[in-house]
């Protein structure tokens, strides 16, 4: 059982170093996961269907850790992107007059 402890811990800080969540659903799952593999060091050893399960959810934990992570990457990245494509728009405010029914003087944004 302490072999799952230490994989789940490496892999909790190996995904945290390597994508560098922020605080989000990510790095709430990565947090998760070092907890998980911190917590299956006291567990020792058990019967088979413990053990089983417990491996069973790590991985799942995990592989859900693994793919918040990178969908979080992608969506920065694509961010980026989209805002060095963007022309730079001027910052002025530009008043139109109103319709029928605003009063006299008042513009509208």
Known sequence: MIWLGVIMTLFAGIAGLYYRPRWGEGAKLCLLCAFM??????????????????????????????????????????????????????????????GRNAPEGRGCA
């Open 37 to 98: 593999g911190l917590a299956a060091f006291p567990a020792g050893e058990g019967n088979a269907f413990f053990l089983v399960l417990e491996s069973a959810l790590s991985l799942f934990v995990a592989l859900c850790c693994l793919f918040r992570l990178h969908r979080e990457k992608l969506l920065c990245r694509r961010g980026q992107r989209r805002a060095k494509q963007q022309p730079q728009r001027g910052g002025r405010l530009v008043l139109l007059k109103g």
